[in-house]
């Protein structure tokens, strides 16, 4: 008995092998984009940080530092890429570009709610780590020099 197996089978199959992959690199790049990404801030002071801290639940106890890049999310995955990135240490990649930012600080004494944020805004290159071609980290610690 010959078996055929016919084309839907073989897409089904193949689904099945690829789909758990791209879940957890979809998974890893949309918590950097909840975490990271504003494409359209309203404001960039203080009041800002303190709205989008919460609203991004970064204050379950308060984070000590985050930074939100604003501009088009398609800029920052090309910097996983050679056409807006480019090696920078420890498996980093450094942007070509520069991006607008606002990095949001804590400034209150304890880490429990209500958090209060004070805003730093930079047009800066920005360090972040990739995985499958995907943003999933954000270098806090390292501002490098303009390339």
């Known amino acids: 008995m010959v078996m055929v197996l016919s084309p839907l ?3 089904f199959m193949l689904d099945l092998v ?3 992959q791209t879940l957890a690199q979809n998974d ?6 909840r975490r990271h990404y504003d494409p359209s801030p309203a404001g960039h002071d ?3 940080c303190n709205t989008m801290m919460e609203r991004r639940n ?3 106890p308060c984070k000590d530092t985050n930074t939100f890049v ?3 999310s398609d800029d920052i995955r090309a910097i996983c890429g050679d056409s807006n990135g480019e090696p ?3 498996g980093l ?3 070509r570009s520069l991006f607008q930012v606002t990095t949001c600080k804590h400034i209150g004494g304890s880490t429990l709610p209500p958090c209060r944020y004070r805003a730093f805004k930079a047009n800066r290159v920005i360090v972040i780590r990739c995985r499958d071609g995907f943003p999933v980290h954000f270098e806090e610690n390292s501002i490098p020099p303009r390339p």
């Open 9 to 11: 089978f073989l897409v």
């Open 18 to 20: 690829l789909t758990p």
């Open 28 to 33: 890893g790049y949309k918590g950097f984009l």
């Open 46 to 48: 203080d009041r800002y």
């Open 58 to 60: 970064m204050t379950r």
């Open 70 to 72: 604003h501009g088009n």
């Open 88 to 90: 920078y240490r420890d």
């Open 93 to 95: 990649r450094r942007s």
